[in-house]
Antibody, heavy 118, light 110 residues
């Protein structure tokens, strides 16, 4: 059974940093691209970033480019999102998602809440 | 990376059919047959109900169907049921490892 479990969310001041983690199990982690998708309170879904399975190619939404860094450790089945220079508009639930056939998200974690506020 | 355009809300009585549109550009919806749809109930993670324009994952009722014409994709719910009341999001592949979502459509069962 595929399981994705995010952690690392919390309250952080504007300009601060936070690292999110996603523990994956139930599939061959290194064979799949992974993504982060976020949802601001009461708002819609926004794709944030993706990383390829084994070549570590990374891709970002314009809204986070230069501030967020996605990475993975295939030996630990872990996905990460390093978030720097955080802004109030980054406040959201952050979901990690497994990318199927490079084009759709079938499995999602339960999400972790990031709140950027002074 | 502009969001896909969806109507804010649609509604219908039980048993009726409703259709949700999702309009993008040639760089996303129109350029690839890689549109997916998600159902989200309050406080829950999104659930995949359609992928690759018109494919249902196992376990998704066949009253959910998808289609696409040009830059616009559509989700049809045939025979609305009370449990279908939720927010629905479209999502399109937009190039290597990138995706764009729609703003979401609230479906209300009257």
């Amino acid at each position: 059974e595929v399981q994705l479990l995010e952690s690392g969310g919390g309250l952080v001041q504007p300009g601060g940093s936070l690292r999110l983690s996603c523990a994956a199990s139930g599939f061959t982690f290194s064979s799949y691209a992974m993504s982060w998708v976020r949802q601001a309170p009461g708002k819609g879904l926004e794709w944030v970033s993706s990383i390829s399975g084994s070549t570590d190619n990374t891709y970002y939404a314009d809204s986070v480019k230069g501030r967020f860094t996605i990475s993975r450790d295939n030996s630990k089945n872990m996905l990460y999102l390093q978030m720097n220079s955080l802004r109030a508009e980054d406040t959201a639930i952050y979901y990690c998602a497994k990318v199927e056939w490079l084009n759709y998200f079938w499995y999602w974690g339960q999400g972790t809440l990031v709140t950027v506020s002074s | 990376q502009s969001a896909l355009t969806q109507p804010r809300s649609v509604s219908g009585p039980p048993g009726q059919s409703v259709t949700i549109s999702c309009t993008g550009t040639t760089g996303d919806v129109g350029g690839y047959n890689y549109v997916s749809w998600f159902q989200q109930h309050p406080g829950k993670a999104p659930k995949l109900i359609i992928h690759d324009v018109n494919n249902r994952p196992s376990g998704v009722p066949d009253r959910f169907s998808g289609s696409k014409s040009g830059n616009t994709a559509s989700l049809t719910i045939s025979g609305l049921q009370a449990e279908d009341e939720a927010v629905y999001y479209c999502c399109s592949y937009a190039g290597p490892y990138t995706h764009v979502f729609g703003g979401g459509t609230k479906v209300t069962v009257l």
